[in-house]
């Protein structure tokens, strides 16, 4: 069982104050049976205001930053009006839509809509496309599935990462017909956690590394915590509302990336009037005071991005030289601090944590305050003052986003913040957390349309590119491939679902461009959305999707402490053109091989949904019946805060870690075990202790020609380049590069410029934002922004796309996407 699963729940129903309007017909879209409805009361909390003529239809937001906030449209005449969101129950517990989610109707209505299906006629990439029919489209997708499969085997379909759509049918579907088919190459991890996701099992466990009799597994190979490890041993942000006097926040922006009822900015509101009205301290530490921090400057710790660890490092060293970490706990619970705790393997050989630290380790420099103020930018005294605040403090609640992560040393960095609680032993206690991210358990109530994938395969997710160009070369050992030895086949087949990846999300988009546009490579690309994005120009054929809320849909799900719900509903309005549903698009495929009805079970879409809900309910009894829910749209369960590890530490033989020694291991055998047995580049390291390393294009790597260094960042009018079109959003929040007046004036920039910026992998145009705000020697760029360049003149991006300027080269451990955040440029007026 895992955390989340272990989570318990209570039951917030809010039947009172929800109500559909008309019951809508869950299958055939018709306009008599949607748009009768009843009326409403108009006070706040207790339903809506409703005219005569106007259906409510609830749908959510289901673009992937975590809170799938609900919708509650209001139609007239079979087209959607407005939208109003979540005002059903207490006002405190409201999964209302963010700005982004509010302007969903922009998207439906937008004129930029994919109508029909179209095969593509010009050069791969140039975006030239002729509509075809449905019939043409299906067929030629099952000759090319077919051709694929006789071909090169099931192990040359993958199924890109794309995360566009989170819905109980909406990729599903997908991944439902191509296992019936004999299957396709599995991803592991994803692009928000690579990193983390990869290393932090080494050091706390994780249950994907259990086998289903409990035996650890992975001992000596790479662990396989195939999903993010965002909610496993972390604790609420409700810990540190009722008891947290100091919270110390790493790239960790709620403000910005949990908008959104549904979502834990507001939890985090709570936190900071909690914590500092009982004098207690808010810190957050970032390359740019983020809109977290934004309008309390005095919690900005202002850090060289790519760094944090060396800030640990120097805490630790105050820490050991004052007597301060605290040995019984580092005894007790860990293993590797130092020379009592290390492994046999290890024992005498100035390995451990403390020999790091005190100059004695393998690199015999002593990291003091000093030694870290260089490296982060940070004022010796100011690395002294949190020191001292952190060992005062009597419950320190230390959290990390996974900006610091996504970088090309991500994996040290991430176990490095949580050296912060484990030198403490400020784990497991009231108020306190484990370093991770704040808990934010995706508890999911319904589950998706079912499918069994016989391939085992599966690789880092970011090794893609990789694949497509040279898979065959591909092994466990020099490539990270799990399931398997190695690759069986080059990626012949690609399935891109909801997803931006090909290009604009992926990391160095050049390069990308040029082993898609060879089709010796990779022979066929089938792409489905909504709109033109810069993905689906390497479309061979192109599928128009339906929209959620032109659809029965439902989704369960919230990244919000207290939030689990399902919202049901819709159709809000009728698909326009040719759109169709994924689902039915695939059982059309799966007919083309005599499988029809293996993949339709019998059921149609609708009856999916229905089903899918009646089997969430069988396992919470709690849930409304199938006609209450499409009575009321949304059901909100409230979750139990938890105290990450807990268990361990009340009782650490009878709650072992999922690590080999059931311990924290600061010193991992297994992670050294890989970087003896791995084929590594010269430059890569698999570090057994969580060291500070500079990574690839990070600290140091600066040059006369790229003499800046650069970040990202999420950013608020996108959810990644989902939402990138709609001008309203643009307005909001502009797509500006960030830069320190000290660095713009000597480049004569001015707030408002015009910019060309440079990194060894290609060159955008953007705006400038001169602020304050940002430290010096650093500029940052949201990422997201629409990829906008003549790919077969000077490839110069117009769009600002931060991933023309990354460079495509996987981490060392989790083969991952270190390089989205680690970039060199030089920066000028354009
Ligand atoms: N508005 C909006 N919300 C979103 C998304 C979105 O695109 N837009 N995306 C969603 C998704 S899928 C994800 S994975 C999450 C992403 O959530 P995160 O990964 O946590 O978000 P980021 O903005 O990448 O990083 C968080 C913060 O880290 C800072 N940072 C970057 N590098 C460093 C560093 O080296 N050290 C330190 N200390 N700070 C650093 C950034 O400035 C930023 O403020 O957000 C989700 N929410
Ligand atoms: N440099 C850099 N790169 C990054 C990041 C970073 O921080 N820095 N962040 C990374 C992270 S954390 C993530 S999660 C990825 C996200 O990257 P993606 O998974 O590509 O997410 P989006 O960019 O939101 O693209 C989703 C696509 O789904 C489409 N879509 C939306 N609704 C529907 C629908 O109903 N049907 C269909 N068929 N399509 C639909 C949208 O139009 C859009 O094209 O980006 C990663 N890329
Ligand atoms: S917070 Fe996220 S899920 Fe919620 S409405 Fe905004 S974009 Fe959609
Ligand atoms: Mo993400």
């Known amino acids: 069982m895992s955390e989340n699963e272990k989570r318990g729940f209570t039951r917030r129903n809010f039947v009172k104050g929800s109500f559909a309007g008309a019951a809508v017909a869950a299958s055939a879209l018709g306009a008599s049976s949607m748009f009768g409805c009843s009326p409403a009361g108009d006070k706040k909390g207790e339903g809506s205001a409703v005219e005569a003529n106007e259906a409510i239809a609830w749908s959510q937001c289901n673009v992937n930053c975590g809170g799938n906030c609900v919708f509650q449209w209001h139609s007239k005449d079979g087209k959607v009006q407005y939208m109003e969101t979540d005002n059903t129950g207490d006002d405190d517990f409201q999964a209302r839509a963010c700005l982004r989610g509010r302007s ?187 809109e977290t921090a934004s309008g309390h400057p005095d919690e900005w710790l202002p850090i060289r991005p790519g760094t944090d660890a060396a800030l ?89 986003g996974w900006g610091p992560q996504r970088h090309t040393n991500g994996e040290d960095t991430t176990r490095a913040i949580c050296m912060l609680p484990i ?84 990391d160095d988009i050049n390069h990308t461009h040029d082993i898609l546009v060879d089709e010796s490579k990779c022979e066929f690309i089938l792409v489905w959305d909504t709109v033109m994005t810069d993905s689906a120009k390497y479309a061979d054929i192109l599928l128009p999707d339906a929209m959620r809320s032109e659809q029965l849909n439902m989704q369960t799900q919230g990244y919000s402490e207290w939030y689990t719900g399902v919202t049901v509903g819709g159709p809000a309005q009728e698909a326009p053109g040719e759109c169709r549903s994924s689902y039915d698009v695939c059982a059309d495929i799966a007919d083309k091989f005599g499988k029809k009805d293996e993949f339709t079970e019998g059921r149609t879409h609708d009856d999916w949904v229905k089903y899918l809900y009646e089997q969430g309910r069988e396992a919470h009894p709690e849930m409304p019946t199938w006609d209450e829910i499409r009575e009321q749209g949304v059901y909100k369960a409230k979750l139990e805060p938890v105290i990450g590890l807990k268990d361990f530490r009340d009782d650490p033989e009878g709650h072992p870690l999922a690590t080999p020694s059931g311990k924290i291991e600061i010193y991992s055998e297994a992670l050294a075990g890989l970087n003896d047995t791995w084929e590594l580049a010269e430059d890569e390291h698999i570090n057994p202790i969580p060291v500070f390393t500079p990574g690839f294009q990070g600290y140091g790597s600066t040059t006369d020609e790229y003499p800046l260094y650069c970040t990202g960042f999420h950013h608020k009018s996108r959810t990644h380049s989902s939402y990138g079109f709609i001008p309203e959003l643009e307005q909001v929040a502009r797509q500006q590069l960030w830069i320190n007046p000290a660095d713009a004036a000597p480049r004569g920039i001015a707030n408002g410029d015009m910019l060309a910026v440079k990194s060894p992998a290609g060159e955008i145009r953007i705006e400038a934002k001169v602020t304050p705000r940002i430290i010096p020697g650093t500029v940052g760029i949201p990422q997201g922004a629409w990829h906008k360049a003549d790919m077969s003149g000077d490839r110069i991006d117009e769009g600002g796309c931060v991933n023309t300027l990354t460079t495509y080269k996987p981490t060392p451990l989790a083969k991952g996407n270190g390089p989205a955040h680690s970039m060199i440029v030089q920066v000028a007026k354009a």
């Not at 035996?215 to 041993?233: E, R």
């Not at 290390?342 to 002593?366: C, F, H, L, R, W």
């Open 104 to 290: 969903m109707r922009r998207w439906l209505n937008s004129p930029d809509r994919l109508l029909y299906p179209m095969k593509r006629v010009g050069k791969r990439g140039e975006g030239k496309f002729e509509q075809i029919s449905w019939d043409e489209a299906i067929s030629t997708i099952a000759d090319k599935l077919k051709y694929t499969i006789e071909t090169y085997g099931n192990e040359a379909i993958y199924v890109n990462y794309a995360t566009g759509m989170h819905s109980t049918t909406g990729k599903q579907p997908g991944l439902r017909l191509l296992s019936l088919l004999g299957g396709y190459v599995n991803q592991g991890y994803d692009y928000s956690t690579h990193m983390l996701s990869a290393a932090m099992p080494y050091m706390y466990g994780s249950s994907a590394n259990l086998d289903k009799d409990g035996n650890h597994v992975t001992l000596g190979k790479p662990a396989t915590a195939f999903s993010c490890y965002d909610a496993v041993n972390a604790s609420s942000f409700s810990e540190a509302e009722a008891n947290s006097d100091l919270v110390v926040m790493f790239g960790n922006s709620p403000a910005e990336t949990r908008m959104g009822g549904a979502n834990a900015v507001w939890d985090f509101a709570r936190v900071r009037e909690a914590v500092t009205g009982r004098g207690g301290k808010i810190v957050n530490i970032d390359y740019r005071m983020n």
């Open 312 to 400: 640990v490092a120097g805490i630790a060293h105050e820490w050991i030289a004052n007597g301060q970490v605290n040995k019984e706990f580092l005894d007790k619970y860990t293993v590797g601090y130092d020379d009592d705790t290390m492994p046999e393997s290890a024992k005498g050989q100035n390995k451990s944590y403390k020999d790091y630290i005190m100059g004695t380790g393998y690199d015999m420099v002593e990291k003091t305050p000093e030694w870290a103020a260089t490296i982060t930018q940070i004022p010796v005294d100011t690395i002294r003052q949190l020191a001292s605040d952190l060992a005062a403090a009597k419950a320190p609640f230390v959290c990390q």
């Open 423 to 506: 030198l403490l032993g400020q784990i497991g206690l009231p108020g306190t957390n484990t370093g991770q991210r704040e808990a934010e358990p995706p508890v999911y109530l319904v589950g998706s349309l079912p499918s069994k994938n016989p391939v085992k395969t599966t690789i880092p997710v970011y090794q893609w590119v990789n694949a497509v160009d040279h898979g065959h070369e591909m092994t466990a050992t020099n490539a990270g491939i799990m399931g398997a030895e190695k690759l069986q086949s080059d990626f012949k087949f690609i399935w891109n679902y909801a997803g931006n990846c090909l290009t604009n999300q992926h």
